[in-house]
């Protein structure tokens, strides 16, 4: 009366199978070298050319307010 009851586990399971003609394509495909590659890498900036596109910009806006 005051147990909880048990409840039945829940598994996220996919099944897979082997595919004899897709494997055959992969096997292909590694050998040759054809694999999917980004076309953009991320380049990260360096913070000294932030700092500098920032501090003209703040330096513009002084500029064309007429407190510089």
Same mark, same amino acid.
Do not use: C, W
């Given at each position: 009366?005051?147990?909880?009851?048990? %409840? +039945?586990?829940?598994?996220?399971?996919?099944?897979? +199978?082997?595919?004899?003609?897709?494997?055959?394509?992969?096997?292909?495909?590694?050998?040759?070298?054809?694999? %999917?590659?980004?076309?953009?890498?991320s380049r %990260?900036?360096?913070? /000294? /050319?932030?700092?500098? /596109?920032?501090?003209?910009? /703040?330096?513009?806006?002084?500029?064309?307010?007429?407190?510089?």
């Open positions: 009366m005051f147990m909880k009851k048990p %409840r +039945h586990r829940v598994f996220d399971y996919t099944p897979r +199978h082997y595919d004899p003609v897709n494997d055959e394509k992969e096997k292909k495909k590694k050998r040759i070298g054809l694999t %999917r590659q980004r076309k953009f890498k %990260r900036q360096s913070p /000294i /050319i932030l700092f500098a /596109i920032i501090a003209l910009v /703040i330096y513009l806006v002084l500029k064309l307010s007429g407190k510089l």
